[in-house]
């Protein structure tokens, strides 16, 4: 493994606030070198203590060393454990500035794992998304993936390689010698991996849900129940719940996980014609919460007809809209319907992980892709497949020579081994600093 020689970087490890331990983290080439006129660096691997000074400190850390290529970036990488001042640890990140260590952007350390072979770029996706994992549930997705390749990304890397010879020498020499591609053949091939592609694009859409929370907006007329439920589901009397019609005049959020499933939760003002000035604005603000969430959940109280404002309102989001019957403790209600005030909420349970998580349970999401990336990726090796099985006897060679390339193309930038540069500034834009 050849090791690119950088600039040395430096970064915190951990927060700087006033704390038992600030670890700072450096890495670069031939450090031994470098840090050598602040300190000795110790055997590799072995904690030691280390007294260092510079601009007046004097400070007793601890100090680890790890030469490359065996340490998390493939550089030299030294870690110094100093007591947790913030302003301590800024001026020993100075201090190293003059000795030509730069400071870190965010996410470079693990840029350099990355262009180093430590680690593949699904597996750096995996990273960022297990340090901002805020429920159980998401950082077991998180370490599911942040391990090897998936087999079945191999496997079709495998199943695809002689295909895509074969086709290609048909295109270069296929008239003067007569080699001929069976594209019934081809197709019995591929279809395995279609089928699997399929597959993993359910599983990658529902753990893309679990993974990166899911945005429900509760809608409705108003006293359709819309506070009584974000209430119910957040597990807090958050919103303000009266017989009043227009309560509600704001957009309300918040985080919470109901049975399993991550939910960024949006009440809203009851949909209505109103008079009164701020009732109007809450309506107002009703429109952008439905263009960015995942799901609205279209509220009817059971029996009730709904008013042709609500109507019109949701004609433009009604992909992403989901009816409940709310008051079913009042009134039978048709298709999903709860009572929220008596606590049965199953039903509600049902449609949403039917709805979004395509009927699987979380645990057979896990190890699944699950950013919109891969995803994106994932759904043009699937039309890629679907193509490829469906060659009409007729085409001219160069078709399947092509798509096998493009599905080809398509893994190289799922597990970024094309390395396009604008794949990894987006994903390291989104980690912190010193990982
Ligand atoms: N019986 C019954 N009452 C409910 C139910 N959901 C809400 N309510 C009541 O209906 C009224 C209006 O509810 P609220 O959540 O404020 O409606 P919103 O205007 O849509 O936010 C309140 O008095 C609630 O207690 C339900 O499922 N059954
Ligand atoms: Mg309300």
Known sequence: MSTL?????????????????????????????????????PPPRVASLRTLCWGGFRERALVLFFPGPASYTGEDVVEFQIHGNPLLARRLLQHLGTLGVRLAEPGEFTRRALLNGKLGLLEAE????????????????????????????????????????RAEAVVDYGEEEGILLNLKDLAKAMEPFRA???????????????????????????????????????????????????????????????????????????????????????????????????LVLHLIPAGVETPDLVRTMLVPFQAKVLVVHTFADLCPAPGL???????????LETGLKERLLGGLAPDACLGALATGRQLELLDELGKQL??????????????????????????????????????????????????
């Open 126 to 165: 995996a990273l960022r998304d297990l340090v901002v994992a805020e429920t159980d549930a998401q950082i077991r997705l998180a370490q599911a993936r942040a391990g090897a390749e998936p087999d079945w990304i191999s496997e079709a890397r495998r199943g695809l390689a002689p295909w895509m010879a």
């Open 5 to 41: 020689s950088l600039t040395p970087i430096c970064a915190p490890a951990t927060p700087l606030l006033p704390s038992a331990v600030v670890v700072l983290r450096v890495s670069g080439p031939d450090l031994s070198a470098v840090l050598l006129p602040f300190v000795a660096l």
């Open 337 to 347: 319907a709860i009572a929220t005030t008596l606590g049965d909420l199953d039903a």
């Open 196 to 294: 699997r592609f399929h597959v993993e694009q359910v599983r990658a859409r529902a753990a893309r849900h679990l993974q990166d929370g899911i945005r429900l907006a509760l809608v409705g007329a108003p006293n359709s129940g819309k506070s009584t439920l974000f209430n119910a589901l957040a597990g807090e009397d958050r919103a303000i719940v009266t017989e009043l019609p227009g309560t509600t005049r704001d957009v309300l959020e918040v985080r919470c996980e109901w049975r399993g499933l991550p939910l960024r939760l949006f009440d809203t003002a009851g949909l209505r014609e109103s008079e009164d000035p701020v009732e109007r604005l809450g309506v107002a603000r009703v429109g952008p919460v439905l263009e960015m969430v995942d």
């Open 386 to 435: 679907d193509l490829l099985v469906d060659l009409d006897a007729g085409c001219f060679p160069e078709l399947p020579a092509s798509l096998l390339q493009g599905a080809w193309g398509l893994l190289a930038r799922l597990t970024g081994e094309d390395r396009a540069d604008s794949a990894l500034d987006a994903l390291f834009g989104g980690f912190c600093l010193g990982k």
